[in-house]
């Protein structure tokens, strides 16, 4: 899928399952010692994601993810039911990946071809008060 240029501009990557976006994105900031802006309205969603937690369709995991985050994610005009998908245990199969900025439109188009859902959600600045911050 990418080449090795490609490969090079990746800096850290993790899958996204049972601790959610917001775990998974504390772990990878945290460990580079980053803080990760996430832009909300890019993150790619299923159709039905926000209809299944407005019904009540969550896990003791979204409890336990959003306690294990509390302290180092802080939303921005997010609302609260929307916030609920960041600490969604049922993610599996998805990957988020630090990569160099001059490199993620070419990583993108080559994933793309496989991984239609594969896109740009935010980006990596210099660590402040939360490792995770999302608007």
Not at 1 to 21: P, R
Not at 25 to 34: D, H, P, T
Not at 60 to 71: D, I, L, P, Q
């Amino acid at each position: 899928y990418l080449d090795d240029s490609q490969i090079s501009a990746i800096h850290a990557a993790t899958d996204v399952t049972g601790f959610g976006m917001a775990g998974h994105g504390l772990q990878l900031a945290k460990a580079s010692k980053v803080t990760l802006s996430i832009k909300h309205s890019q993150l790619p969603l299923f159709k039905l994601s926000y209809t299944s937690l407005r019904d009540g369709h969550m896990t003791k995991a979204h409890r336990t993810n959003r306690e294990y985050t509390a302290s180092s994610l802080n939303f921005f005009n997010v609302d609260p039911l929307e916030q609920e998908i960041y600490f969604d245990p049922q993610t599996s199969g998805g990957l988020l990946l630090s990569v160099r900025a001059d490199a993620a439109q070419s990583i993108i188009e080559s994933l793309n071809r496989n991984f239609s859902h594969t896109c740009v959600i935010g980006s990596v600045i210099k660590q402040d008060e939360y490792y995770v911050r999302v608007d």
